[in-house]
């Protein structure tokens, strides 16, 4: 398993912007993605990266506002989050696992989360 590590989390009024970066130790794995878990709901998907080619996938709710990209030869990945909304506060998990998935279960290594909170 690789180990991730994230940072850039933090407090921003709606409407501003913030980007969130995910450290692994080795090399970056297929698949790399981002999920965020408010409190009392389940963790789900905001996007993801995988392939050589660096294809991208994105929930509905963050679409055209939030960017995923990754940079391998500093093994790190990211998240650019722009015109946030009160309801993108959560704490922001980036995974990597083998497949391009959406699901938690498929992804294998996790990182310790980053707090976004966003004031309206």
């Known amino acids: 398993q690789v180990q991730l590590v994230e940072s850039g989390g933090g407090s921003v009024q709606a409407g501003g912007s913030l980007r969130l970066s995910c450290a692994a130790s080795g090399r970056i794995r297929y698949s790399m993605a981002w999920f965020r878990q408010a409190p009392g709901k389940e963790r789900e998907f905001v996007a993801r990266?995988?392939?050589?080619?660096?294809?991208?996938y994105y929930a509905d709710s963050v679409k055209g506002r939030f960017t995923i990209s990754r940079d391998n030869a500093m093994n790190t990945m990211y998240l650019q989050m722009n015109s946030l909304k009160p309801e993108d506060t959560a704490v922001y998990y980036c995974a990597s696992g083998t497949l391009p998935a959406t699901r938690p279960a498929q992804y294998d290594s996790w990182g310790q989360g980053t707090q976004v909170t966003v004031s309206s």
């Open positions: 990266i995988s392939g050589s080619a660096g294809n991208t």
